[in-house]
């Protein structure tokens, strides 16, 4: 079977103004790799008709399956339903269902319905609407001669999980491959590094692939096999995962995890350990980054952001004698500012970080971008310390000491 | 004058793969809208020479000016270079100066230089080099017919600024007109709220143009002007700005300011006062928007992250009748956190932030999304509570109170 071909084509002006970046096409591109449908172009139009219904007459001249996002909302410049169905020749009807929605939604704020609103509720003749749950204009579709065509709102928290809910299904469907893709995350190699060690073992593969993705300061590994079921996908990537496994070691922090520190976390529920982090260039990230997963309040207790020289004495204890001989940025300063919130808070794994994150030094020969990191293990009072430079670009500086100090935590946990 | 078309091509299958987002399309468009620039479409293509011949022949009958963008690497997929030049009938020969840097950077690693490394030191005859110094692979571009083609490179780091610092001032002489955004942020109003009250001005603005942008808890409205000078266009946009202003009073938070913890800041050092926050939910977020700025450290002192109950009682020395008493996410307890971190660390303003981020409950009656944030100022010891529901989408929730938070330090220290 030839396999599908499909466009996607975003609507909007501020897309064309820079305002907003593409993410759509980004997130519906994924799930169609997953529905083993080939995507060769992306196009992005304003809020035009005549320049959407040329891109439509290009798209519809090679692929198969066309996906517009953006322009169904309610305003005057909304006009992607009306113009891809005067392209293709379908009329528009009233769907009962979205208008009695949006009468009630209307009803509930006490506010008049007007004509546009009506329009949200229009839909082709004889197509699939999705409902929408995360917002209010529904997406559509409808296919006409060889050629299907759906319409999401472009908002991506609407357009993700209609994609995601509605479309992905249906177009699996049309689809028997399944693409299926492995992701073995690596944190502490630079992308080059892994490429140099991973380069035969890419070369020679085909089916599965492996190719490799930075991020700020990871590497993702991405193993990607097509077969006729997600069984048989997932069982062709099981040897390549298993061989990049042993080819990386200790690096390798987790396949199809979300991130590191929700590895993390799960290690301190495994070791029924909890953790407290002192922060001063990192001002509150490494907290931030784990009390985004939820029930991170089990294993995480919290600790201190220590930005100023007061709050690393006065709240954490670090002594002035210390802070005056070693320095502000010290591996001995990060050591008893972990000492400090594992005693302040009862936690029984402390971190403690401080540096400068730049752009400006702070008066002494410690360079832009140096960071010293502790871990305090309160149950044998072992201890670790790391001291790296991470450059001088500030946002960087403290992503990449956030995640030093998570991978620390990790690496402590697992033994390594 | 006409103004001058342009359309960007983004190369590069992990693209279509969704590996990643244009941003590069993003970055260049901001920067073309800027510059006067009309841009009606952007095309994204694989690493398939068949395909970008195809994507080029379409844009060169609608633009004036085509940028492309990836394709440039030493790898065998880079094919940008040799497919746009044969699409415009251009030979291309060897760059004696990026030559010589790339065969001294390979000399510098001892490494032997390849084939592949020449090839990306080919320019288009007659051209235009921009090189790269962010980077390995030079940016190039010509003049064919009435088109203007220009090949930047793909990784966002190195696009970025070669657009900015070479390509941008190139484009800027090719056209007279300048266009100029002014941007307006507000908090605490929603989109439709926000619209409501403006949609006459907007509907009556035609140069400068008014438009709103909906992003998290925020709205921005942009002002854009278009005149012969920066200078012109920036006095037109005054009248609207002010008037805008008028509208929306203390919901406004700055024009052309970088974000809401930007101006907080400014407002502290304006007030001589020092900042700290206590947070639970949020879990270090307030302080990681504020440190996230250089300098923040001579007004935001720290805080405490106090995600565990023992943190709250111990650290903050909130009384454990009062959490019994009152709840844990109650108005009593965030203003007994903020005059905790007061306390602690010395601040005259202190922050205290508790709530249910959700998913799930705390087996209280508290619904999931509650946060109650409370601002005490510990010169005159007055202070200000807040409760609020954020829904039920953990990330806006602490992302929102944040916000919530941040704001009402602004209002404070502006007395609204």
Not at 12 to 41: K, M, P, R, V, W
Request: proline residues 5%; charged residues 20%.
């Amino acid at each position: 079977m030839m396999p599908l071909v499909c466009e996607i084509i975003a609507v909007g002006t501020e897309l064309l103004l820079g305002s907003i970046a593409n993410t759509d096409a980004q997130d519906i591109s994924q799930g169609l790799a997953e529905a083993g449908i080939h995507c060769y172009f992306h196009t992005t139009v304003g809020d035009n008709p005549a320049r959407l219904s040329q891109a439509l007459a290009v798209a519809r001249e090679r692929a198969d399956i066309i996906i517009t996002t953006g322009g169904l909302g309610p305003t005057i410049d909304d006009l992607t339903k009306q113009t891809v169905c005067e392209a293709f020749g379908v009329p528009l009807e009233l769907h009962e269902g979205t208008w009695e929605r949006i009468l009630s939604f209307f009803r509930r704020i006490g506010k008049p319905v007007t004509e546009n609103n009506r329009r949200q509720a229009m839909v082709p003749v004889g197509g699939v609407v999705f409902e929408n749950d995360w917002g209010t204009a529904p997406g559509c579709g409808f296919q006409a001669g060889d050629t299907h065509i759906y319409m999401l709102p472009g908002p991506p928290k609407e357009c993700r999980p209609m994609f995601a809910n509605c479309l992905l299904p249906l177009l699996k469907s049309l689809t028997g491959a399944t693409i299926l893709s492995r992701n073995i995350k690596v944190f502490g190699m630079g992308e080059s590094a892994v490429e140099d060690m991973l380069r035969p073992l890419m070369e020679k593969s085909s089916n599965p692939t492996l190719a490799p993705y930075a991020k700020e300061g990871e590497v993702t590994l991405r193993v990607t096999a097509s077969a006729q079921s997600n069984e048989e996908a997932f069982r062709l990537t099981e040897p390549i995962v298993a061989e990049v496994l042993a080819l990386l070691g200790g690096a390798a922090y987790g396949v199809d995890v979300d991130s590191l520190e929700s590895v993390v976390l799960e290690l301190l529920e495994a070791n029924g350990v909890r953790l407290a982090a002192a922060e001063s260039c990192t001002g509150g990230l490494v907290s931030a980054k784990l009390t985004a997963i939820p029930g991170a309040s089990r294993f995480f207790l919290g600790g201190v952001v220590a930005y100023g020289r007061q709050v690393k004495e006065n709240v954490l204890g670090v002594p002035e004698d210390l802070i005056n001989k070693c320095g502000m940025v010290s591996g001995e300063v990060a050591l008893a500012m972990a000492r400090g919130v594992c005693k302040l808070t009862g936690a029984e794994i402390g971190l403690g970080l401080t540096g400068l994150a730049g752009p400006g030094g702070d008066g002494s020969n410690v360079p832009v971008g140096t960071v010293c990191i502790a871990l305090f293990d309160a149950r044998d009072r072992s201890h670790k310390e790391v001291t790296r430079n991470f450059g001088d670009e500030r946002g960087r500086v403290r992503t990449m000491a956030s995640l030093t100090a998570l991978d620390m935590v990790r690496r402590h946990l697992n033994m390594i």
